[in-house]
């Protein structure tokens, strides 16, 4: 019966070994994904450069001011 909770020791001291690795890889994952810089669509970005050209222009911009 010593054998077998031997195995058992064992077992749960690698399963421990591999889950503390799993862990600190998808610890090391998430730090890199955080570091990296997330730009925005190409499109988002088009479209809130018209928006603000259409308020600029709303605003008179292009309107010529009484002198």
């Known amino acids: 019966m010593v054998a077998m909770e031997n195995n058992f020791y064992a077992l749960e001291t690698m399963l421990a070994e591999r889950l503390t690795g799993a862990r600190r890889e998808a610890q090391r994952c998430h730090l890199a994904a955080l570091a990296r810089r997330r730009r925005r669509p190409l ?3 088009l479209g809130e450069a018209l ?17």
């Open 43 to 45: 499109r988002a970005r």
């Open 51 to 67: 928006i603000a050209l259409g308020e600029w222009l709303r605003r008179g911009a292009l309107v010529p001011q009484p002198s």
